[in-house]
């Protein structure tokens, strides 16, 4: 759990303290005068205030490459302070949702590769370093757990880095240091591609999880207290790095497979694993990762894509004008709040409460859950798990106890092996 520091408006003056320590060593609860927000009927007050009293910790959000898309990667060509609706995220709604830290990712295509991808990912972290310059009031660059409750007590966004994919380091451990040096705190280990040490999920198996060269990444990560990401991974990678890893390990943005049968997602015996070498799945809104009628969904329009590309090759826009009239006719079925409660549920289940947290993937979604549409909506989530009869101790766990217990020990880890190794 989180330090259990408490912000509660009602122990702002001293009297009430003194009422509240004398009920406390009496070992009396229930007072009228100090009725607690987390007892609340509203489930609304509840989670506002379980949300006070722990960060919300969002493991992923791909602002980054949207602001490089649409402002060059110019934080102040792109004002944050106002409504953005064609985005996810703006303030405004980060502070109606209760947000409370967020590993923004700076994510580059696999397209990009080489010294280029590692120039790309340099500029992308820039963009966070220049978030946090231009917005001082709401936004602080956070390297550890610790940083992150503090910027939280201050009511800051806590930011952090996120990297995905290994292609940014272009194969150096000596890039991903400077990674490090630079704020990275986590690397997903691929995106959609293999890199030549790690097979990903969405590409041909090529070394059959980790080679030894991809091992040797993930010690060096948990040598330099790097959060070992395995979103995007083959399941025999997630199986590798877990054997591997001296420290525990996260999936920022994944959700759960016997839920929706997706590559993407976490299978059963990885989440027993990760159980036992105190990981966490940060379930994520994606929704052809949470709910199978989307994925199968997805999975038929690709196909009819294809079947188009082989009728028409080299017709482009034939292509795009058939698909559009097939998907008038079937149209797209619609994830929602729910079915990301219910990923939750079964991680509860096979893994344990403490495996659990919450990675969104805000702007990188094309499309959103039917009451998940943006950042305004995690509490939405919140008063969902209250409503499902999850407890105050249980929710704090989920929204930020248990990434935070894991990043500590990360740091743990690092810092014996970098005195030990
Ligand atoms: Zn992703």
Redesign the pocket.
């Known amino acids: 759990m989180t330090s259990g520091r408490t912000h509660h408006p009602a122990l702002r003056t001293p009297l009430l303290l003194l009422v509240a320590l004398t009920l406390t060593l009496s070992g009396t609860t229930g007072c009228s005068l100090l009725t607690d927000d987390g007892d609340s009927d509203d489930l609304e007050v509840r989670a506002r205030y379980l949300m006070s009293q722990t960060p919300l910790v969002d493991g992923?959000n791909?602002l980054p490459w949207q602001i490089r898309k649409r402002a060059d990667g110019d934080v102040t060509k792109l004002d944050l302070r106002q409504s953005q609706p064609e985005l996810h995220t703006d303030i405004p709604r980060l502070r109606a949702g209760g947000l409370g830290a967020q590993f923004w990712?700076v994510?580059i295509p696999t397209s990009i590769s080489g010294t280029e991808a590692v120039q790309t990912t340099l500029e992308q972290i820039d963009v966070v370093h220049q978030m946090a310059r231009h917005y001082p009031d709401v936004f602080r660059i956070a390297l550890t757990a610790k940083d992150i409750e503090r910027a939280h007590e201050r009511g800051l966004i806590a930011s952090l880095i996120g990297m995905?994919g290994g292609h940014s380091i272009n194969g150096s451990l000596q890039v991903l240091r400077m990674f490090y040096e630079a704020g990275a705190r986590y690397m997903?280990l691929t995106?959609?591609k293999n890199t030549p040490w790690a097979d990903s999920c969405t590409d041909e198996p090529k070394v059959g999880g980790l080679s030894p060269f991809g091992e040797k990444v993930v010690r060096e990560m948990n040598r330099i207290g790097m959060l070992v990401d395995l979103?995007?991974v083959s399941a025999d990678t997630m199986r590798d790095a877990l054997r591997v890893s001296r420290a525990p390990i996260i999936f920022?943005?994944s959700s759960a497979r016997a839920i929706t049968d997706h590559v993407?997602d976490v299978p059963d015996d990885v989440l027993k694993i990760l159980s036992r070498t105190d990981g966490i799945v940060m379930v994520?809104f994606?929704p052809s990762f949470v709910n199978e009628e989307v994925r199968i969904y997805g999975e038929l329009r690709q196909a009819e894509r294809d079947r188009l590309r082989t009728m028409h090759p080299a017709d482009e826009q034939t292509v795009t004008s058939k698909l559009q009239s097939w998907t008038d006719q079937n149209p797209r079925p619609q994830a929602t709040l729910s079915d990301v409660a219910d990923h939750i549920d079964h991680i509860n289940e096979v893994a344990g409460i403490e495996h659990i947290g919450i990675g969104s993937?805000f702007d990188?979604i094309s499309s959103v859950p039917v009451g998940l549409e943006d950042v305004s909506r995690f509490k939405d989530l919140v008063i969902e798990l209250l409503e499902r009869g999850y407890s105050n101790h249980d929710v704090r766990l989920i929204l930020g106890g248990n990434l935070l217990r894991v990043m500590k020990k990360v740091e743990r880890v690092s810092s014996m092996m970098r005195t030990r190794p």
Do not use: A, K, N
């Open positions: 992923h791909d990712s994510f995905e997903t995106h959609s979103s995007h920022s943005h993407r994520t994606v993937d990188g």
